[in-house]
Nanobody
Framework: QVQLVESGGGLVQPGGSLRLSCAASGFTIGYYTIAWFRQAPGKEREGVSY????????YYSDSVKGRFTISRDESKNTVYLQMNSLKPEDTAVYYC??????????????????WGQGTQVTVSS
Protein backbone atom coordinates (compact mmCIF):
# COMPACT_ATOMS: atom_id res chain seq x y z
CA GLN A 1 0.00 0.00 0.00
CA VAL A 2 1.40 3.37 -1.06
CA GLN A 3 1.73 5.82 1.81
CA LEU A 4 3.36 9.22 2.32
CA VAL A 5 3.85 10.78 5.74
CA GLU A 6 5.07 14.36 6.14
CA SER A 7 6.74 15.76 9.23
CA GLY A 8 8.88 18.70 10.30
CA GLY A 9 6.45 21.57 10.13
CA GLY A 10 6.09 24.17 12.87
CA LEU A 11 6.25 27.82 13.81
CA VAL A 12 9.33 29.77 12.76
CA GLN A 13 10.27 33.43 12.63
CA PRO A 14 10.81 35.22 9.32
CA GLY A 15 14.28 34.46 8.02
CA GLY A 16 14.36 31.12 9.80
CA SER A 17 14.64 27.58 8.46
CA LEU A 18 12.75 24.32 8.59
CA ARG A 19 13.31 20.91 7.05
CA LEU A 20 10.28 18.91 6.00
CA SER A 21 10.42 15.15 5.57
CA CYS A 22 8.24 12.91 3.44
CA ALA A 23 8.59 9.26 4.39
CA ALA A 24 7.35 6.93 1.66
CA SER A 25 6.27 3.30 1.84
CA GLY A 26 4.81 0.85 -0.65
CA PHE A 27 7.03 2.03 -3.53
CA THR A 28 10.61 3.12 -4.26
CA ILE A 29 11.06 6.89 -4.43
CA GLY A 30 13.90 6.66 -6.92
CA TYR A 31 11.52 5.44 -9.63
CA TYR A 32 8.95 8.22 -9.36
CA THR A 33 8.78 11.99 -9.31
CA ILE A 34 8.00 13.24 -5.81
CA ALA A 35 6.71 16.78 -5.38
CA TRP A 36 5.98 19.23 -2.63
CA PHE A 37 2.81 21.32 -2.81
CA ARG A 38 1.43 23.87 -0.39
CA GLN A 39 -1.92 25.40 0.31
CA ALA A 40 -2.50 28.59 2.26
CA PRO A 41 -5.91 29.46 3.75
CA GLY A 42 -8.26 30.74 1.08
CA LYS A 43 -5.79 29.99 -1.73
CA GLU A 44 -5.43 27.28 -4.31
CA ARG A 45 -2.90 24.51 -3.91
CA GLU A 46 0.48 25.56 -5.32
CA GLY A 47 3.28 23.37 -6.62
CA VAL A 48 6.58 24.19 -4.91
CA SER A 49 9.17 21.73 -6.17
CA TYR A 50 9.68 18.28 -7.55
CA UNK A 51 12.52 15.78 -7.69
CA UNK A 52 12.22 13.39 -10.61
CA UNK A 53 13.51 9.90 -11.26
CA UNK A 54 17.22 9.35 -10.78
CA UNK A 55 18.05 10.71 -14.23
CA UNK A 56 15.89 13.84 -14.13
CA UNK A 57 16.28 17.52 -13.30
CA UNK A 58 14.97 19.08 -10.14
CA TYR A 59 12.46 21.92 -10.49
CA TYR A 60 11.54 24.82 -8.20
CA SER A 61 8.76 27.35 -8.55
CA ASP A 62 9.88 30.97 -8.85
CA SER A 63 8.46 31.75 -5.42
CA VAL A 64 10.94 29.43 -3.65
CA LYS A 65 13.90 29.22 -6.04
CA GLY A 66 17.14 29.97 -4.25
CA ARG A 67 15.61 29.45 -0.79
CA PHE A 68 14.28 25.87 -0.83
CA THR A 69 16.18 22.68 -1.62
CA ILE A 70 14.59 19.33 -2.37
CA SER A 71 16.54 16.11 -1.91
CA ARG A 72 16.04 12.41 -1.29
CA ASP A 73 17.67 9.66 0.72
CA GLU A 74 16.92 6.38 -1.02
CA SER A 75 18.28 4.36 1.90
CA LYS A 76 15.47 5.84 4.00
CA ASN A 77 12.96 6.10 1.12
CA THR A 78 12.45 9.71 2.20
CA VAL A 79 12.29 13.05 0.39
CA TYR A 80 13.21 16.29 2.12
CA LEU A 81 12.44 19.95 1.61
CA GLN A 82 14.98 22.26 3.22
CA MET A 83 13.41 25.69 3.57
CA ASN A 84 15.66 28.68 4.32
CA SER A 85 15.02 32.42 4.50
CA LEU A 86 11.39 31.76 5.24
CA LYS A 87 8.85 34.51 4.67
CA PRO A 88 5.34 35.01 6.08
CA GLU A 89 3.95 34.22 2.63
CA ASP A 90 5.43 30.72 2.92
CA THR A 91 2.84 29.98 5.60
CA ALA A 92 0.73 27.04 4.41
CA VAL A 93 0.03 23.36 4.81
CA TYR A 94 2.73 21.50 2.91
CA TYR A 95 1.99 18.19 1.17
CA CYS A 96 4.22 15.69 -0.57
CA UNK A 97 2.87 13.67 -3.45
CA UNK A 98 3.88 10.78 -5.73
CA UNK A 99 3.57 11.07 -9.51
CA UNK A 100 1.07 8.82 -11.22
CA UNK A 101 3.44 7.78 -14.02
CA UNK A 102 7.11 6.82 -13.99
CA UNK A 103 8.13 9.59 -16.40
CA UNK A 104 5.82 12.37 -15.22
CA UNK A 105 7.50 15.69 -14.43
CA UNK A 106 5.10 18.49 -13.62
CA UNK A 107 3.51 20.42 -10.79
CA UNK A 108 -0.03 19.68 -11.88
CA UNK A 109 -2.01 18.16 -9.03
CA UNK A 110 -3.79 15.79 -11.39
CA UNK A 111 -0.49 14.13 -12.30
CA UNK A 112 -0.11 12.85 -8.72
CA UNK A 113 -1.96 9.87 -7.34
CA UNK A 114 -0.85 9.62 -3.73
CA TRP A 115 -0.67 12.38 -1.15
CA GLY A 116 0.41 12.76 2.44
CA GLN A 117 -1.76 14.22 5.17
CA GLY A 118 0.12 17.54 5.21
CA THR A 119 2.22 19.42 7.75
CA GLN A 120 1.59 23.01 8.86
CA VAL A 121 4.29 25.62 8.36
CA THR A 122 3.72 28.99 10.00
CA VAL A 123 6.15 31.87 9.50
CA SER A 124 5.43 34.65 11.93
CA SER A 125 7.15 36.93 14.42
Amino acid sequence: QVQLVESGGGLVQPGGSLRLSCAASGFTIGYYTIAWFRQAPGKEREGVSYIPRRDGRIYYSDSVKGRFTISRDESKNTVYLQMNSLKPEDTAVYYCAKARNLFSTSLLSGDYDAWGQGTQVTVSS
